[in-house]
């Protein structure tokens, strides 16, 4: 009997609402069974949807690394690598990678980004990204 690969595409990250305003998106991760490094978000909104926009890190990391940071405000789209030191080893377990602080343009517009799937997690020992699913608001 051949037996079966572990799958290393176990990371799951996702986005809720940090507050009763909804001027705050938490980008949440559960790595699963990774031991995640590093995670490059690639996200996209409408940029008339908003007037300013922040990202912070988030409590995942003990003390993220930002490695890239690009919010173009013109395209919509943002541009976050964050993860642990060169010489820490790869994080397990559910938190908080970042925050998107923003102010909606007008009360009647939607500010909804998308997690693209061009997204990639770092994991421990490997090439290919750990990424299972993304969700989006």
Wanted: proline share 7%.
């Amino acid at each position: 009997m051949i037996p079966t690969p572990l799958t290393i595409a176990q990371t799951k990250i996702s986005l809720t609402y940090a507050n009763p305003s909804h001027n705050r998106i938490n980008i949440n991760i559960d790595s699963g069974n990774n031991a995640v490094r590093g995670v490059t978000l690639h996200m996209t909104y409408i940029p008339q949807s908003i007037t300013y926009i922040a990202i912070a890190p988030g409590n995942f990391f003990d003390i993220p690394i930002i490695y890239l940071r690009n919010i173009d405000t013109s395209k919509g789209t943002i541009l976050l690598g964050l993860g642990v030191n060169p010489n820490q080893k790869g994080k397990r377990g559910t938190g908080i990678l970042a925050t998107i602080i923003f102010t909606q343009s007008a009360p009647s517009s939607l500010f909804t980004p998308i997690i693209l799937p061009t997204t990639f997690v770092t994991v421990d020992g490997r090439t290919e990204s750990g990424l299972e699913s993304i969700k989006s608001l």
